[in-house]
């Protein structure tokens, strides 16, 4: 049987684990496989077996760490995204980095979140995103507040919507055409 999202059913969320320290993987495989509720279906230490095993298992969630070696978790996402559209992209890293925020946010993640998150936190984002859910670590949500706050100035007077309530079809801030 398979579920809304377009996986076999089961009695949890299938996660694969993405990281090129060994000692991190493990310890991650064995902090989400301890979790109720979470199923880990493969891990990975590069990019080329994480293709490979997240093709292989349609995980609910690939959890991946940015870097991986001299390649990424983000060209992870890019290289697979369109071949397993069900599954969801988290990603875990130690990177603050705005470019690497706004790379991993436009390979189509789903969360990011620093290596800090305690153990309960990112089981429960695991799950929120496996829900359809967007995640953001505290830490760079600001960053993300800053990129907008600077787009809209760029584009104020361009027509761009209000975010006030009174913004929508039919008021002077309501975009009316290309």
């Not at 496989?33 to 994480?50: C, R």
């Not at 429960?124 to 670590?137: F, I, K, P, Q, W």
């Amino acid at each position: 049987m398979w579920d809304v999202t377009g996986h076999r059913e089961s009695d949890g969320t299938s996660v694969f684990v993405v990281d090129d320290h060994d000692a991190v993987r493990r310890g991650l495989c064995e902090l989400l496989a301890a979790a109720d509720g979470i199923d880990v279906v493969g891990d990975a230490g590069d990019v080329d077996s994480a293709v490979r095993g997240i093709r292989a298992t349609t995980p609910h969630v690939a959890l991946l760490d940015v870097r991986l070696g001299e390649r990424s978790g983000i060209e992870v996402c890019h290289l697979v995204r369109d071949d397993v559209p069900a599954t969801r992209f988290a990603f875990l890293t130690s990177a603050e980095d705005p470019d690497v925020l706004f790379s991993a946010i436009d390979a189509g993640a789903a969360a990011f979140l620093l290596k800090r998150v305690r153990g309960a936190d990112l089981v429960t984002t695991l799950r929120r995103v496996a829900l359809g859910y967007a995640e953001l670590d505290p830490a760079v949500t600001g960053l993300v507040l800053d990129e907008f706050r600077s787009v809209r100035r760029m584009n104020s007077g361009r027509g761009a919507p209000s975010l006030r309530g009174d913004a929508g079809p039919g008021s002077p801030t309501w975009p009316t055409g290309p």
